[in-house]
Nanobody, 123 residues
Framework: QLQLVESGGGLVQPGGSLRLSCIAS????????IGWFRQAPGKEREGVSC?????NYADSVKGRFTISRDNAKNTVYLQMNSLKSEDTAIYYC???????????????????WGQGTQVTVSS
């Protein structure tokens, strides 16, 4: 069984930083693309970033967020800097079998999902 568990969310002030972790079990990351998605109240779930051998980012977070992976630990990280109130959302990690060197941010492309972790950016 494929499982993903997110952690690292919390309350931070605007301009602050958080690092989210996604720990995978039941499979190894080598053959999978991992994506980070978020859903804010009243909005649809959107892709934030994904990684295969390199990262891909939504325009809204480009230059502020960095995705990385440690295959030995079966963990993917999302380093979030210069956080804005607009970043407030539940953040999910998701996995799909890797078919190409690059990855996409379409929600429907990912089949395994974590439970989510809340990120709140507020003064």
């Amino acid at each position: 069984q494929l499982q993903l568990v997110e952690s690292g969310g919390g309350l931070v002030q605007p301009g602050g930083s958080l690092r989210l972790s996604c720990i995978a079990s039941g499979f190894t990351l080598d053959y999978y693309a991992i994506g980070w998605f978020r859903q804010a109240p009243g909005k649809e779930r959107e892709g934030v970033s994904c990684i295969t051998s390199s990262g891909n980012y939504a325009d809204s977070v480009k230059g502020r967020f960095t995705i990385s992976r440690d295959n030995a630990k079966n963990t993917v990280y999302l380093q979030m800097n210069s956080l804005k109130s607009e970043d407030t959302a539940i953040y999910y990690c998701a996995a799909r079998y890797r078919l190409y060197p690059t990855c996409g941010l379409g929600v429907t492309s990912y089949s395994a999902w974590g439970q989510g972790t809340q990120v709140t950016v507020s003064s």
